[in-house]
């Protein structure tokens, strides 16, 4: 009553194929930024020895490697690729006895090499610039998953959303926030910050007068006014009212 399985894999009989390429060291991904990646992307195969006359077919999936299409006149050992839009990429090679290439089913494929064109982070740098007098400067940065701002008087940070407390003069000017992805992909946006000092408000020297006679009372220091309480003046919203 002895029972004994084994597993047997049927596959065509022909070439071992192997896909290399400059920067894989021992994976099976190449990983670059979109804009800064190359302007080629160079593939090479190695084919054993098996057929007679070997066919090579490199074939392409973007789908994840759900299904592979034929790339065009692609049928030599080595392959450049120059796609650009982000998304991934995977390659292959296939090779079968001469007219055999078009039959799926006499093909034996290559390892797959994926390349991956990441996208840039959408880094957006803000602030509530301009802020007068001892209100604190907010910036904030989103789109990225770490950030290094750099400005004037030497500041730094990595946080995302730095607050400057107290601000002067000094620390009005540019900010960069450099913003790195989870792919590490880095791009940068900056904005302008403007301090102002607080106004300095004067009413005028204190005066005395009698009861049932006016005055005229004088403001600076300002560009716009508003006198309190504005009971009995004559325009509350003016440098000068009569009171």
């Known amino acids: 009553n002895d029972l004994a399985l084994d597993d047997i894999t049927f596959r065509p009989c022909g070439s071992s194929v192997n896909i290399a390429t400059a920067g894989l060291n021992g994976n099976s991904e190449l990983n670059y930024c979109y804009g800064a990646s190359p302007a080629f992307y160079q593939l090479s195969a190695t084919v054993s020895a098996g057929y007679t006359s070997p066919a090579l077919q490199w074939q392409l999936s973007t789908n994840g490697g759900a299904s592979y299409t034929d790339i065009p006149q692609a049928n030599t050992v080595n392959y450049t690729s120059n796609v650009s839009a982000t998304g991934s990429y995977l390659y292959r090679?296939?090779?079968?006895?001469?007219?055999n290439i078009s039959n799926a089913a006499c093909r034996i494929n290559s390892n797959v090499v994926t390349l991956n064109i990441n996208a840039l982070p959408a880094v957006k740098a803000s602030s509530n610039s301009p802020v007068c007098g001892s209100a604190s400067l907010n910036l904030t940065a989103t789109g990225g998953a770490s950030y290094v701002w750099t400005g004037p008087s030497g500041f730094s940070a990595t946080e995302a959303n730095p607050?400057?407390?107290?601000?002067?003069?000094?620390?009005?000017?540019?900010?960069?926030?450099?913003?790195?992805?989870?792919?590490?992909?880095?791009?940068?946006?900056?904005?302008?910050?403007?301090?102002?000092?607080?106004?300095?408000?004067?009413?005028?020297?204190?005066?005395t007068i009698c009861e049932g006679t006016a005055t005229t009372l004088t403001g600076s220091g300002g560009v716009s006014y508003q006198w309190l309480p504005v009971t009995d003046l004559s325009a509350p919203l003016s440098a000068q009212t009569d009171a």
């Open 163 to 207: 607050v400057i407390v107290n601000p002067t003069q000094a620390n009005a000017g540019k900010y960069v926030v450099k913003a790195t992805s989870d792919k590490g992909c880095v791009k940068s946006d900056s904005l302008v910050a403007g301090i102002f000092p607080p106004a300095v408000a004067s009413a005028g020297s204190d005066v």
């Open 93 to 99: 090679l296939a090779v079968a006895e001469g007219g």
